[in-house]
């Protein structure tokens, strides 16, 4: 047996493989532990061997590396040694033993980073703040970088049972863990937690057992605003009522009957009926031919059509218009519009990044969409995404169930699904095959038409 000698972190344990990889030693003849004294072993000569290893790997070891169970180290050599054997694609085949509990790890080391997002709060002591909080895994190092930038101009301590980390404005530096009993007590930022809470808790979406699931107990002491959930559950129903009778849920009041389409393009900038226009810069209705045989329906309006006001002008509309000359069709023959007019989406810093609206606000702006419809009646209506497969069947449907079939429509004689455009800046791997299957989208709908 190798006794493989190492201190318990990733670049220990790296040092520590790339030695006996090199060497050749297999897995199962090497116990990895922090204090060989402990058993009778001889040691294995320094391999000189150049090892290429695969990135991806790399940075999966580097966070496995945070994982409590300290069969990672054993299990993240055997992974290491197949690769350097000959095995290079072996993490992509998941169904493979060794790498399914390596992304089983991964799983919940990185379920664990986003409930300490969630879950720490700072409390403050005299010129700093300071958390105490209970990771399952060992995280705080590989998280205080993320806190450090999110709240960078105060002084802050997050103290954990393992390991502590704390910033002074300028660098982060890391000491010993912490007990419970080193937490701080309540101070006046307290209120400040219990009261954001209260205003943004929603009594519609009430689910006690989700909600203790998604929170776990082991936080609560940690978190004010834990102490108000009861209250605000038992009050779910009636305040759940007055938020359905407070807020518009259609925009049918602000859909003109027996208009034109010119006229609807107007009456939809006082359109209110969901709260989607509050944020964005103004409604996209949409353009084309009013006589079109075909109408594209997208999902909603991206940053650059809320700025100009036109649908599909943005990265997205530029290479829809590439696939739409690749399919042999013509823009300027088309009509194009979205399921929704407004542009919703979430701040990050100065940036606006796009959100996929709800259900709710998909339903609130389907009579805008059933007008265009009514007064185009096309061919062919070709579903651009789900939201859109959603608002034009009014049912929830995926896109790659129907996806090159003709479905029925009482504006159209037929609709077909596709991807939408985004989609396909998205997956940066296969583009070029999902282009061309978005392409061959295209071409099937221009068929039904000639046909």
């Known amino acids: 047996m190798i006794v493989a000698k190492f201190d318990r972190t990733y670049e220990g344990w790296r040092n520590a493989a790339r030695r006996l990889v090199s060497a050749g030693a297999p897995p199962e003849d090497i116990l990895w532990t922090a204090d060989p004294s402990l058993f009778a072993a001889e040691t294995l ?41 000959g095995e290079r694609h072996l993490l992509a085949i998941e169904s493979d033993p060794d790498v399914n509990v390596l992304y089983r790890m991964r799983k919940e080391i990185t379920h664990d980073m986003h409930r300490m997002k969630a879950f720490v709060r700072f409390r403050k002591v005299d010129d700093r703040y300071i958390s105490w ?13 993320w806190f450090a930038e999110r709240f960078g101009n105060m002084k802050w301590s997050i103290l954990t049972p393992d390991r502590s980390a704390h910033w002074d404005l300028q660098k982060l530096t ?9 937490a701080p007590s309540e101070d006046a930022l ?33 978190m004010p605003e834990t102490e108000m959930i009861r209250g605000l559950i038992v009050d779910a129903k009636a305040r759940g009522r007055q938020m359905c009778e407070a807020k518009p849920t259609s925009a049918a009041a602000f859909v003109p009957r027996e208009a034109t389409l010119p006229i609807l393009r ?23 031919r009013e006589d079109a045989q075909i109408v594209l329906v997208g999902e909603q309006p991206g940053e650059q059509e809320d700025l100009s006001g036109l649908p599909f002008v943005g990265p997205a509309g530029q290479l829809l218009d590439r696939a739409l000359g690749d399919a042999g069709l013509n823009r300027g023959d088309l009509y194009l519009t979205n399921a929704v ?3 919703r989406f979430e701040e990050r810093g100065k940036r606006r990044i796009h959100k996929t609206a709800s259900r709710s606000q998909v339903a609130a702006c389907q009579p805008w969409l059933e007008a265009e419809l009514g007064l185009i009646r096309p061919k062919l209506i070709v579903c651009m995404g ?9 049912r ?26 985004s989609f396909l800046l998205r997956v940066r791997e296969r583009q070029s095959e999902e282009y061309s299957r978005f392409v061959e989208d295209l071409q099937f709908a221009r068929r039904l038409v000639e046909a």
Request: net charge positive; charged share 20%; proline share 6%.
């Open 45 to 85: 000569s320094v391999g000189t061997r150049n090892i290429a290893v695969p990135k991806p790997f790399v940075a999966l070891a580097d966070l496995i590396s945070c994982h409590r169970d300290e069969a990672k180290w054993s299990l993240l050599y055997r992974v290491l040694y197949r690769i350097v054997q």
């Open 133 to 145: 909080h209970k990771p399952d895994h060992l995280i705080v190092e590989k998280m205080a970088p």
């Open 174 to 182: 890391f000491g010993p863990g912490a007990p419970a009993t080193e």
């Open 190 to 222: 307290e209120d400040l937690w219990r009261a954001y809470y209260a205003s943004t808790f929603n009594p519609n979406r009430v689910n006690e057992k989700a909600l203790r699931n998604h929170v776990p107990a082991r936080y609560w002491a940690a």
């Open 266 to 288: 107007q009456a939809v900038h006082a359109c209110r009926g969901c709260d989607l226009y509050e944020c964005a810069t103004q409604p996209v209705f949409g353009q084309g």
């Open 341 to 343: 007019r407004h542009f």
């Open 386 to 394: 789900a939201t859109a497969l959603l608002s034009v069947l009014g």
């Open 396 to 421: 929830a449907v995926r896109v790659s169930d129907v996806r090159g079939q003709a479905l029925q429509h009482r504006y159209a004689r037929a609709v077909t699904a596709t991807v939408h455009p």
